[in-house]
């Protein structure tokens, strides 16, 4: 079965620090993953996409995200926050023509 | 840039009333879906469409029928609103489908 567990619905952070929102997945092949960010009433954007190659990616903003197959992860990074990544957070998994999106990670930041 | 748009950003119904939602994407592209976000819940897919005329099912279709008419157009009906309805409607699009473009929502709440 495919799935995508965010672990921490809420993380919060003080400006300047690290940012670490964490996603591991299920799938029976290997997966395309992705995430996305949500600010308040707006869709989803996209922020990096993992397909195959470098297992590294990096996305907008000064986010990456590195997969690793042995650990099942797709953890997303910031090495610093900014007031402005403030939002909501979505890990997904495709494979086999369909989506698998995660519950979401509500990110706060501190000043 | 790919743009996704839909109809209304807030829509207020009462139960029983039939509901349009419409999507329209402005880069041609073939795959065109329909999600419903909840919280703690994530995103759940509700109806998908590869072509003009086409459908396919999603997770949760019960109660929901779409259209497909034009290719950039994908409309989202509620045949007889209920209170459980009462949720964010994101509209997707994709060229590849590895890759979803989404609108801002529409927020419809059901009285």
């Known amino acids: 079965a495919q799935s995508v567990t965010q672990l921490g619905s809420h993380v919060s952070v003080s400006e300047g620090a690290l940012v670490l929102l964490r996603c591991n997945y299920s799938s029976s092949v290997p997966p395309y993953l992705f995430w996305y960010v949500q600010y308040p009433n707006q869709g989803l954007q996209l922020l990096l996409k993992y397909t195959t190659g470098a297992t590294l990616v990096k996305g907008i903003n000064g986010f990456e995200a590195e997969f690793k197959k042995s650990e099942t992860s797709f953890h997303l990074t910031k090495p610093s926050a900014h007031m402005s990544d403030a939002a909501e957070y979505f890990c997904?998994?495709?494979?086999?023509?369909?989506?698998?999106f995660g519950s979401g990670t509500k990110l706060n930041v501190k000043p | 840039d790919v743009k996704v748009t839909q109809s209304s950003r807030y829509l207020v119904k009462r139960t029983g009333e039939k509901v349009f939602l419409e999507c329209v994407q402005d880069?041609?592209?073939?795959?065109m879906f329909w999600y419903r976000q909840d919280p703690g819940l994530g995103l759940r897919l509700i109806y998908f469409s590869y072509d003009v005329k086409m459908k396919e099912k999603g997770d949760i279709p019960e109660g929901y029928s779409v259209s497909r008419e034009k290719k950039e157009r994908f409309s989202l009906i509620l045949e007889s609103a209920s209170t459980n309805q009462t949720s964010m409607y994101l509209c997707?699009?994709?060229?590849?489908?590895?890759?979803?473009?989404f609108g801002p929502g529409t927020r419809l709440t059901v009285l």
């Open positions: 997707a699009s994709s060229f590849r489908l590895d890759t979803q473009y």
């Open positions: 880069m041609d592209h073939e795959n």
């Open positions: 997904a998994l495709y494979n086999f023509n369909k989506f698998y």
